[in-house]
């Protein structure tokens, strides 16, 4: 990098064409909603056979080729910014040298030398002629050193100011040339294979070029606001707001785990965020996939006659023990995702709105909240939180119920906006005989519960501030009755189905208003009178005791019938026979007097 061509830079030029590449990002985006929300949904609705398969699934390849082409226009916008924000710091550094050392009787010159006067130190009686000096920019100590003395012994004091001009103009250069350098292979990095098929190499390529500006642009990233350290959901939402485009694109770009998981923000900045994490992760899980050999036979064939063997073969031994434990976790996390996927795709099926992604992580057991429906414009939103067990593998189970309940909803709804959210937002117990009695899974997930409901209602944009009610299931509710007493519940209704106990012994406990706590428990449900001894409540004062819980008449709950619904996992299975989801849809949608009570 030499001074002309650093003087000559424009670091808008640069930017103006980053800004370029925020709205083709935005149409790719636009795009891709048209196909998931509007065409595919279309498909979906009025063809059926092959041939309509084969349309979805080319529809679906171009989807997610908009979706790639989001990301990675996100991507270079963000490191052309980065480029520009590095070389305008060198280049004001430029600019200002050249400045100070006018002022001073110094010239800069086009080869970055600097020319200096003719000067006399004081009590001398001839002046000393004046010269040129070239900076060397950062130097040794001992440099340094012979660069001081130098300076004190040259009989011109002008000498010693231009020196240190034309150090600082090398050191402009350097950083300038550095910055070249470092951005030349970030940007050439940002290029898609010529294939028309993103692949999942396709998608691990974007989190390492993602890991590559990053890395590039600290002094950019450190330039830009960040959110609030443990921000609450009306802090994070003020962040977010005052933020320009150009600074939201390289949050998103850069930060997309970070900027998915915070409570507050709007539910479609945080489902593109969390949707590129679960891109960039299924891609991970893939490739892991692809690396694992097949499967040997399990068994051997029996030589001795038509019976199946019972003898395992030892090629399939070594196999699972080296990769068996591997395999399945990866199987389990791709079961998820691919689950959340479908759930995207159902989009339009018989009116089911779009799907949102508010929260995903594949740390531990995995994490994942998606809706039906958007709940920042929902008049109604279920949050619905799962029990033991729970997992991202399993979370199909989990959104289908709550698909169930939408539709029920939305049946009763009159017209108004309906949203029902999965919660996995928490390491739920993994075994129901070795976990499940413990009281700290609740305990611990509580606080991020509570969190999540203020933030709907931060983000909540109707007139009213939308009617949340929160919904638990087994283990769910004890976490629920955990966040009712450990904060404050922002919540207008509270479902219990299948409650072994809410570590609260009354409804006054629960933060909501009088009359709005709901309970369903099943014929020959076992769970709550096994789990009242480890997660009941304690009660006095009404001449009760301990380990209450919520679908005994001394709680105060509401008592709702749930109709031939048996057994502990029955309360959303979309039966007619059934009154257990008629009964939850009306709460959700405060149709409260559509509730049949139990005789």
Same mark, same amino acid.
């Given at each position: 990098?030499?001074?002309?061509?650093?003087?000559?830079?424009?670091?808008?030029?640069?930017?103006? +064409?980053?800004?370029?590449?925020?709205?083709?990002?935005?149409? +790719?985006? @636009?795009?891709?909603?048209?196909?998931?929300? =509007?065409?595919?949904?279309?498909? =979906?609705?009025?063809?059926?056979?092959?041939?309509?398969?084969?349309?979805?699934?080319?529809?679906?390849?171009?989807?997610?080729? #908009?979706? $790639?082409?989001?990301?990675?226009?996100?991507?270079?916008?963000?490191?052309?910014?980065?480029?520009? #924000?590095?070389?305008?710091? +060198?280049?004001?550094?430029?600019?200002?040298?050249? *400045?100070?050392?006018?002022?001073?009787?110094?010239?800069?010159?086009?080869?970055?030398?600097?020319?200096?006067?003719?000067?006399?130190?004081?009590?001398?009686?001839?002046?000393?002629?004046?010269?040129?000096?070239?900076?060397?920019?950062?130097?040794?100590? @001992?440099?340094?050193?012979?660069?001081?003395?130098?300076?004190?012994?040259?009989?011109?004091?002008?000498?010693?100011?231009?020196?240190?001009?034309?150090?600082?103009?090398?050191?402009?250069?350097? *950083?300038?040339?550095? +910055?070249?350098?470092?951005?030349?292979?970030?940007?050439?990095?940002?290029?898609?294979?010529? *294939?028309? !098929?993103?692949?999942?190499?396709?998608?691990?390529?974007?989190?390492?070029?993602?890991?590559?500006?990053?890395?590039?642009?600290?002094?950019?990233?450190?330039?830009?606001?960040?959110?609030?350290?443990?921000?609450? %959901?009306?802090?994070?939402?003020?962040?977010?707001?005052?933020?320009?485009?150009?600074?939201?694109?390289?949050?998103?770009?850069?930060?997309?785990?970070?900027?998915?998981?915070?409570? /507050?923000?709007?539910?479609?900045?945080?489902?593109?965020?969390?949707?590129?994490?679960?891109?960039?992760?299924?891609?991970?899980?893939?490739?892991?996939?692809?690396?694992?050999?097949?499967?040997? @036979?399990? $068994?051997?064939?029996?030589?001795? &006659?038509?019976? %199946?063997?019972?003898?395992?073969?030892?090629?399939?031994?070594?196999?699972?023990?080296? $990769?068996?434990?591997? !395999?399945?976790?990866?199987?389990?996390?791709?079961?998820?995702?691919?689950?959340?996927?479908?759930? #995207?795709?159902?989009?339009?099926?018989?009116?089911?709105?779009?799907?949102?992604?508010?929260?995903?992580?594949?740390?531990?057991?995995?994490?994942?909240?998606?809706?039906?429906?958007?709940?920042?414009?929902?008049?109604?939103?279920?949050? $619905?939180?799962?029990?033991?067990?729970?997992?991202?593998?399993?979370?199909?189970?989990?959104?289908?119920?709550? @698909?169930?309940?939408?539709?029920?909803?939305?049946?009763?709804?009159?017209?108004? *906006?309906?949203?029902?959210?999965?919660?996995? &937002?928490?390491?739920?117990?993994?075994?129901?005989?070795?976990?499940?009695?413990?009281?700290?899974?609740?305990?611990?997930?509580?606080?991020? #519960?509570?969190?999540?409901?203020?933030?709907?209602?931060?983000?909540?944009?109707?007139?009213? &501030?939308?009617?949340?009610?929160?919904?638990?299931?087994?283990?769910?509710?004890?976490?629920?009755?955990?966040?009712?007493?450990?904060?404050?519940?922002?919540?207008?209704?509270?479902?219990?189905?299948?409650? %072994?106990?809410?570590?609260?012994?009354?409804?006054?406990?629960?933060?909501?208003?009088?009359?709005?706590?709901?309970?369903?428990?099943?014929?020959?449900?076992?769970?709550?009178?096994? &789990?009242?001894?480890?997660?009941?409540?304690?009660?006095?004062?009404?001449?009760?005791?301990?380990?209450?819980?919520?679908?005994?008449?001394?709680? /105060?709950?509401?008592?709702?019938?749930?109709?031939?619904?048996?057994?502990?996992?029955?309360?959303?299975?979309?039966?007619?026979?059934?009154?257990?989801?008629?009964?939850?849809?009306?709460?959700?949608?405060?149709?409260?007097?559509?509730?049949?009570?139990?005789?």
């Amino acid at each position: 990098m030499d001074l002309a061509t650093l003087k000559a830079f424009k670091p808008s030029e640069y930017e103006e +064409a980053a800004g370029g590449y925020r709205p083709t990002a935005e149409m +790719a985006s @636009t795009a891709k909603d048209a196909i998931d929300i =509007r065409i595919s949904a279309g498909v =979906r609705n009025q063809l059926k056979g092959e041939a309509a398969e084969a349309a979805l699934s080319a529809l679906k390849g171009l989807s997610q080729n #908009f979706h $790639y082409a989001q990301t990675e226009c996100g991507l270079v916008g963000t490191a052309l910014n980065g480029f520009a #924000f590095d070389m305008a710091v +060198a280049k004001r550094k430029l600019e200002a040298v050249i *400045e100070d050392a006018g002022a001073d009787g110094c010239t800069v010159n086009p080869d970055g030398s600097v020319s200096y006067p003719e000067g006399k130190r004081p009590g001398d009686d001839k002046l000393t002629d004046g010269g040129t000096v070239t900076g060397r920019g950062e130097g040794s100590p @001992t440099t340094d050193a012979l660069e001081r003395q130098a300076v004190n012994l040259h009989p011109n004091p002008n000498y010693g100011r231009a020196v240190a001009y034309a150090n600082r103009v090398a050191d402009a250069l350097t *950083e300038a040339t550095e +910055a070249d350098t470092k951005w030349a292979p970030k940007l050439s990095a940002l290029k898609a294979d010529d *294939e028309l !098929k993103v692949s999942a190499r396709d998608w691990a390529d974007v989190q390492s070029d993602t890991g590559g500006v990053r890395e590039a642009g600290k002094a950019y990233r450190d330039s830009l606001r960040e959110a609030p350290k443990n921000g609450s %959901p009306q802090e994070n939402a003020s962040w977010w707001k005052g933020l320009s485009p150009e600074d939201r694109s390289a949050h998103l770009a850069l930060n997309a785990a970070a900027v998915g998981a915070l409570d /507050g923000l709007p539910a479609e900045t945080r489902d593109e965020a969390n949707r590129t994490v679960l891109a960039q992760a299924k891609a991970q899980v893939q490739l892991e996939l692809d690396k694992i050999p097949s499967e040997p @036979t399990r $068994y051997s064939p029996n030589p001795n &006659g038509t019976y %199946p063997a019972v003898i395992q073969n030892s090629s399939w031994s070594k196999w699972n023990e080296r $990769y068996g434990e591997q !395999k399945a976790r990866a199987d389990s996390s791709m079961a998820g995702m691919q689950a959340i996927e479908d759930c #995207f795709e159902s989009t339009g099926e018989y009116g089911l709105p779009p799907a949102y992604l508010l929260g995903f992580d594949t740390e531990k057991n995995g994490r994942a909240i998606v809706a039906n429906g958007n709940p920042d414009t929902a008049d109604h939103t279920a949050v $619905y939180v799962p029990g033991a067990t729970s997992n991202l593998g399993g979370i199909g189970g989990d959104v289908e119920r709550m @698909t169930n309940l939408w539709r029920e909803s939305e049946a009763m709804a009159g017209g108004k *906006e309906v949203s029902t959210v999965t919660w996995l &937002g928490y390491d739920a117990p993994q075994s129901v005989v070795k976990d499940a009695p413990f009281r700290h899974y609740a305990e611990d997930g509580a606080s991020a #519960f509570n969190k999540f409901m203020d933030g709907l209602n931060v983000a909540n944009t109707t007139d009213s &501030g939308g009617h949340h009610t929160a919904i638990g299931h087994s283990y769910g509710t004890t976490l629920i009755g955990s966040a009712a007493r450990q904060g404050e519940l922002n919540v207008d209704d509270v479902v219990f189905a299948g409650s %072994p106990g809410v570590q609260v012994g009354e409804v006054s406990q629960m933060d909501v208003p009088e009359g709005h706590v709901w309970s369903e428990e099943a014929e020959a449900d076992p769970v709550p009178d096994l &789990g009242r001894f480890g997660h009941g409540g304690s009660q006095w004062h009404f001449g009760g005791g301990v380990a209450i819980i919520p679908s005994d008449e001394l709680f /105060g709950a509401n008592q709702m019938a749930t109709g031939t619904s048996e057994g502990h996992s029955e309360y959303w299975d979309p039966d007619t026979d059934m009154d257990s989801l008629r009964n939850q849809a009306a709460v959700v949608t405060g149709q409260y007097g559509k509730v049949k009570l139990e005789e």
